[in-house]
């Protein structure tokens, strides 16, 4: 199957369903009391970091789904986005910092191991997800500090 065919799936899915989620779950005045470190970026940076992350995330998707739709890449990848996708409830909605560490850090190693299963096989898409994987282990270093400071 052509990628023109799959691509508009995974885009729907992930920058669809990400976007929504974020828009759910977006800071409120929980999130605003809360001491945060110096290195905290302003809130407008998450929402366009977010949908190029998003559409970065959706294209390897697309592309592993081609490649090997039931191999160990794409279970990390379907791992990474129930991550993903539980980290901004876990946080804004139950309020619980610690368990949101612990999930973004499973995000992390999970990010990292999907790169790590992609390299030699679709070296696209494992580099598509090298930005994801910073801007993961940045939040969780985020995350901890916050859990930290509260």
């Known amino acids: 199957m052509p990628i023109i065919r799959v691509l508009p799936v995974f885009l729907l899915l992930v920058v669809g369903a990400g976007l929504a989620i974020g828009y759910i779950t977006a800071p409120g005045p929980w999130y605003a009391a809360l001491a945060k470190p110096a290195f905290n970026p302003p809130n407008w940076v998450f929402a366009p970091v977010w949908t190029i992350l998003y559409v970065l995330i ?18 990390l990848w379907w791992l990474q986005l129930v991550l993903n996708f539980a980290w901004s409830p876990a946080f804004f909605v139950l309020h619980q910092v610690g ?3 612990l999930i973004i850090l499973l995000l992390a190693a999970t990010t990292t191991a999907f790169i790590a299963a992609s390299w030699r096989s679709d070296r696209a898409s494992a580099l598509m997800f090298l930005p994801y994987a910073a801007w993961v282990f940045f939040a969780a270093l985020l995350n901890g500090a916050i859990l930290s400071l509260n």
Do not use: K, N, Y
């Not at 959706?58 to 081609?66: I, K, S």
């Open 99 to 101: 368990l949101a560490l």
């Open 58 to 75: 959706a294209v390897a998707g697309a592309r592993t789904w081609q490649r090997a739709r039931h191999g160990m890449a794409m279970r």
